[in-house]
């Protein structure tokens, strides 16, 4: 594995993830839910927020992972890996 900035710029380079100083976001639209994924690289964690629609003026909640649907949480986990980050990071709580 590389130094810590290192899978943080490759985690940008993953389908649709976008780095920002020292973390990094991927939006996620499923049938009926969004949600905004973010990893958090000084404290290597991963969050998960719950994006309302678009033509409500409600805000991004944050989520429990067991709220989450176990496909998506694979493919944060798969992201992370390709990353070269230590993936049992997704299931770090806070």
Known sequence: MGTESEGLAALGEQDGWHVENRAARVHYSGATDRYSIEYYQP???VLYWKVP?????????PVARSAVPDPLRARIREDLTAAGIDPDIEDRTL
């Open 43 to 45: 404290s290597e964690c």
């Open 53 to 61: 629609p678009e033509d409500t003026a409600a805000t991004a909640v």
